[in-house]
């Protein structure tokens, strides 16, 4: 019942912590060519409204869930959004796999606003985006087999594999995600966790989709078992040149497995940028206060490190502060913050510099501070 | 210290404990064989992946376990000296809560949905101290203040499911510390919660223990927060310590394999990683615990021994142990 280790060969990828100038200025040099958007994502709006009275439904207000996000998603790259509970981004999950009806807002597949498709035009966009969902205890049938939950996407895209091919291609799936071609016949509850997790990636690679959202994929896994699932997301991103978006709240996770990171609180986008630029140059208060708080496994850092403790509570998305959100926590906020809506942008100061802090932030008074490395 | 009973005792001391439960596929033997002690104002992090025995041995220990199918076969639990086992139902009762108590993982499911929190913070102060109703809800609404909820007075009336879930933990705390016990036990206390609410709560437990100087026994599965908090650590696999060690030590170099893989396998907030390490296999069965060291299968340094013989804790400084035959090999590899 072993599950098979991941010892691929990984080409070492080089620390993206750019230490010196020069190091910092040759990143920001080099071209960034990253080819098509395979989705772009526009201003995207889900309000789900709150009703009053049983016969007449009144509606009296609405859950701003997401409210307004837009950013790209490349070929072949990893987009991680993080944020706390409540802050949207399941939503946007749902949203991308068209399981919810955008408010307003588009998102485009190859040039194609998949909100507004339906019937066949969807049927066929769907196949090419897929998702790996958070519990493999309830995401599985459990009286379906191994074989059904993997087959049964083929039953929906009977063009993908010919009735005749399925269960040898069921066993392919099985084995590219590491798990005995002969347990077909099995039954969710007869796997660990970690392996039903692996039933629940094959079962989206079923359809060789382009696009993979992956919405806490690891998070209810032990911590030996996230690392084996982790690794073979990153083997199968390689082999079949998938694109993921990686939804999780576990900060370094984000960091280990994505390309770009996007920070969302309270239904927008806080800050957005490369995982050094995120990280290693945070310019939102958001995003320190958060990245502070991650607690670190290494006890000599107690002492040295910049911790920033927010006090209270995620306000609620169904009334939200005016302004920016984060106002009601933040430590630098001011009328402006009241007033007017930060935009997410590259801010002013850093604008044209050549620094790593010039990523898009949306906060008024965006500054550096980094927060994850000890003094 | 002349006198014997003038000699400091142990807070907490835990001996060769041991649990089963009695399950349709055969006997689990989830706990083997656990030895841990706690002192005054130490934290202690117990650390396991799940089913490794770290919830059970706590249970065992707060006389919460369910039985049946759960069921203590041996061992003591020595608090101030006084085995808690062999005590009678009654004495028993009248420490838990008053001089250890607990905090749960999941504080909307132990909070009582149906009292309002002041009620049921109140209820504390009735039955343990005997204190009037009027007074016990003063009590209440002071310690929902001391635990920085906001406007506690309005608050004291309201039910669990009317607060955040950082809130909700909060008021557990509250709860164990009322009536400011010698040891606490925290199992999983942070799990559940955003990681800037996380912050909150350990920073405030932490704020407490000191200033009640009491004893903290923190079970979690995550290697960061107890890098935050712990004083001196166990690592719990298949129901035995298989590593304690002060809190710096270990993560300086780690004596035990799993240990060791335990920490390569976690990404690193602060660069871009390699592959991570991911130890191979899975947690074994409890109710067929293989022979010799359980995690011999998964270990990249078995050798025959160690699917033979049972690895004793070898001694491997002060205050360090760890049951493997290779310790001294694995100690070296970093």
Known sequence: MAETAENHEVSDVVPSTA??????????????????????????????????????????????????????????????????????????????????????????????????LSGRALKAVRRNIQMVFQDPYTSLNPRMTVGDIIGEPFDIHPEVAPKGDRRKRVQELLDVVGLNPEYINRYPHQFSGGQRQRIGIARGLALNPEVIICDEPVSALD??????????????????????????????????????VGVMYLGKMAEIGTDSEIYDHPTHPYTQALLSAVPVPDPAAREGRDRIILTGDVPSPANPPSGCRFRTRCWKAQDKCAEEVPLLAVPEVFAGKKTLAAHESACHFAEERDVVHAA | MEHQRDQPVTLLDVRDLQVEFHTRDGVAKAVNGVNYCVDPGETLAVLGESGSGKSVTAQAIMGILD????????????????????????????IRGAKMSMVFQDALSALNPVMSVGAQLAEMFEVHEGMTRKDSRAKAVQ???????????????????????????????????????????ADEPTTALDVTVQAQVMDLLAELQREYNMGLIL????????????????????????????????????????????????????????????????????????PGCPFSPRCPRAQDICRTDRPPLFAVSHGRASACHFWKETLDER
Do not use: W
């Open chain 2, 219 to 290: 079970i979690t599965h995550d290697l960061g927060v107890v890098a935050d908090v712990a004083d001196k650590i166990a690592v719990m696999y298949a129901g035995r310590i298989v590593e304690t060690a002060p809190v710096h030590d270990l993560y300086a170099a780690p004596a035990h394999p799993y240990t060791r893989g335990l920490l390569d396998s976690i990404p690193r907030l602060d660069q871009k990683g390699r592959q991570l390490y991911a130890i191979k296999g899975l947690p074994p069965d409890l109710t067929a615990i293989p």
């Open chain 1, 223 to 260: 911590v030996s078992v996230q690392a084996q699932v982790i690794n073979l997301m990153g083997k199968l991103q390689d082999e079949f040149e998938l694109s993921y978006v990686f939804i999780a709240h576990d900060l370094s996770i984000v960091r280990h497995i994505s390309d770009r």
């Open chain 1, 19 to 116: 230490e010196t100038t020069a190091e910092v200025e040759a990143v920001l040099d080099a071209p960034v060519d990253r080819g098509e958007p395979i989705l772009q994502v526009r201003n995207l709006v889900k309000h789900f409204p709150l009703t009053q009275g049983i016969l007449f439904k009144k509606q009296i207000g609405a859950v701003k869930a997401v409210d307004g996000i837009s950013f790209d998603l490349y070929k072949g790259e990893t987009l991680g959004i993080v944020g706390e509970s409540g802050c949207g981004k399941s939503t946007v999950a749902k949203l991308l796999m068209t399981l919810e009806t955008a408010t307003s807002g588009e998102v485009f597949y190859k040039g194609q606003d998949i909100t507004r």
């Open chain 2, 143 to 185: 310690l929902m203040d001391r635990v920085r909820i906001p406007a506690a007075k309005d608050r004291v009336g309201d039910y669990p499911h009317q607060f955040s879930g950082g809130m909700r933990q909060r008021i557990m705390i509250a709860m164990a510390l009322a009536l400011e016990p010698d040891l606490v036990i």
């Open chain 2, 67 to 94: 039985s049946p199918p759960g069921r203590i076969t041996g061992g003591e639990v020595l608090f101030r000296g006084e085995d808690l086992l062999t005590m009678g139902a009654e004495t028993r009762r009248r």
